[in-house]
């Protein structure tokens, strides 16, 4: 049956970009896209910077990672002895991506990892069997499906007086199957109010935590999706992302004086879901707009490819969780292993030629970053505007 399904698949890709073809895409996925207004998830025009290329095209990721503070070191030398280590809050790093990139910035022995999590004894325990070694990180409480807990766990990294250099918003929750919306303890519908609302409070409160950083780089990365981005295949898998016009974010998303989604419509969790990711995109963007002149932080967004083992397919149903793997692997090969995802997301918190503010980072087959192309929505700084400020009146920030 699955190879029925392949032989379904067009058997070449024409993705061209104003007339343009591109290679890589066609090495990388089987998937045709026919449609003119999908744009390739993939560009031929990787980071431009050439120590960054050199590199790649010898030993992608590893190397990177393993060399990115010495590089950093080599720009200020007579900071070389001294440098502190990185110090690194990621959300969500008690499973999956989360825990994978601490793992691999653990490794590199320039970063301290707070791992922000709601389970500490899970997170314990996932540490732990990752082989991080305990000097290496901290884990703080946050459940960032409660305002409460996000203050509180800001109140804590400031009272720890370990200086911070790096903010991952990472963790998500997805509820594909779920018939009625849950909530947070604000009463916002959970996907949207975890995956957006508690991080947008998380990094507007440590944006001053940021600023008093003397690393070399300050960075605000929050983890994206191809599927909140409308100008992929992925992305125009039913229910595509929408915010429309926000009616139902300004109403609170509570469900009972509107609409627990964003646009306004009947619940649908895997919509939810999509539309928190678009919104984190969004956020990245506006804060580069607001902040990044003033405060010379980079903020990004980032697809680390189709992580199709972790956790977040937990609510879905066992032959999902059973088929989805083999799907992107054999069919889509947009999957990636933990372990590389990790990679990726840890590239984008250290390696010294990422400082581009403002963008959306992808890899291709071969691992190589590029800055990619957001969808319409996902890119709109009218949007952008108008979800911060909604979303700042939700959070109690205005
Ligand atoms: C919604 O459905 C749900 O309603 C919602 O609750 C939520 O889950 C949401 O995005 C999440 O999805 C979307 C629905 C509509 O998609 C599906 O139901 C398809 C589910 C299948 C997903 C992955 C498993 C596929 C398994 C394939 C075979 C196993 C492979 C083994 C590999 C071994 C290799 C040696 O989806 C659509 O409407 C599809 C629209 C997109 C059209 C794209 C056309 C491309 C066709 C590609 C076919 C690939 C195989 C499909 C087989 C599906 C059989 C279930
Ligand atoms: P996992 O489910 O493995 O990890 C999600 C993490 O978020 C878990 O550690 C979970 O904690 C944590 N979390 C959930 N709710 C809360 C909360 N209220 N407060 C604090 N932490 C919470 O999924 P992934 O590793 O796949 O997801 C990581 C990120 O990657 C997400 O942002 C997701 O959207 C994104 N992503 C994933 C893709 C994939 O293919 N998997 C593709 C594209 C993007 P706990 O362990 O306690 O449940
Ligand atoms: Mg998708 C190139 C094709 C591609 C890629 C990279 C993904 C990634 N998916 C692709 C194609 C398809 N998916 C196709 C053709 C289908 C229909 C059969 C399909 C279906 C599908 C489902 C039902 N895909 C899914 C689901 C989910 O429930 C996942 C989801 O939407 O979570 C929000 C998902 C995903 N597909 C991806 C990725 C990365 C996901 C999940 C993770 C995420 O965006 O965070």
Aim: glycine share 8%; proline share 5%; net charge positive.
């Amino acid at each position: 049956m699955a190879l029925q399904a392949a032989s379904l698949l067009p058997s070449a890709i024409s993705i061209c970009k104003e007339g343009k073809s591109n290679a890589s895409f066609k090495e990388t996925s089987p998937f045709g896209v026919s449609v003119s207004h999908l744009k390739a998830e993939f560009n031929p025009h990787p980071v431009k910077s050439k120590k960054f290329k050199r590199k790649l095209s010898v030993k992608p990721m590893v190397a990177q990672i393993a060399t990115a503070t010495p590089e950093t070191n080599q720009a200020a030398p007579e900071t070389k002895k001294t440098l502190r280590k990185g110090n690194v809050i990621i959300t969500g790093a008690s499973s999956g991506l989360g825990l994978a990139t601490a793992k691999v910035l653990v490794e590199t022995e320039k970063w301290h990892v707070i791992m922000a999590c709601r389970n500490f004894l899970k997170a314990e325990r996932a540490a732990k069997s990752a082989g991080i070694a305990k000097d290496n990180y901290t884990i703080m409480h946050l459940d960032l499906a409660s305002l409460d807990s996000v203050r509180q766990f800001v109140d804590s990294v400031r009272l720890s007086g370990r200086p911070l250099d790096v903010l991952v918003c990472n963790a998500a929750v997805y509820l594909p199957t779920a018939k009625e919306p849950t909530f947070t303890a604000e009463g916002f519908e959970l996907s949207v109010g975890t995956n957006h609302l508690g991080h947008f409070l998380l990094s507007r409160l440590l944006l001053d935590e940021l600023k008093k950083s003397d690393y070399p780089f300050k960075r605000v990365i929050i983890v994206g999706s191809i599927t909140g981005n409308t100008n992929t295949l992925a992305g125009n898998v039913p229910p595509k992302a929408n915010l429309g016009d926000l009616r139902g974010l300004a109403g609170g998303l509570n469900g009972i004086n509107g609409s627990p989604m964003i646009d306004g419509g009947d619940f649908d969790g895997a919509k939810a879901y999509k539309d928190s990711k678009v919104c984190n995109m969004l956020t990245m963007q506006e804060f580069h707009r607001r902040y990044h002149e003033e405060t010379g932080i980079t903020f990004a967004s980032l697809y680390p490819g189709c992580i199709a083992t972790t956790g977040l397919f937990r609510e879905h149903i066992p032959l999902f969780r059973l088929l989805f793997p083999p799907f992107q692997k054999y069919i889509t090969k947009g999957y990636v292993s933990e372990e590389e995802a990790g990679k990726r997301l840890a590239q984008v918190v250290s390696d010294p030629s990422l400082t581009k503010s403002g963008v959306y980072w992808s890899w291709n087959k071969n691992s190589a970053s590029f800055e990619n192309q957001l969808s319409q929505e996902a890119s709109n700084p009218e949007k952008a505007r108008k979800v911060w400020e909604i979303s700042e009146k939700l959070v109690g920030l205005a």
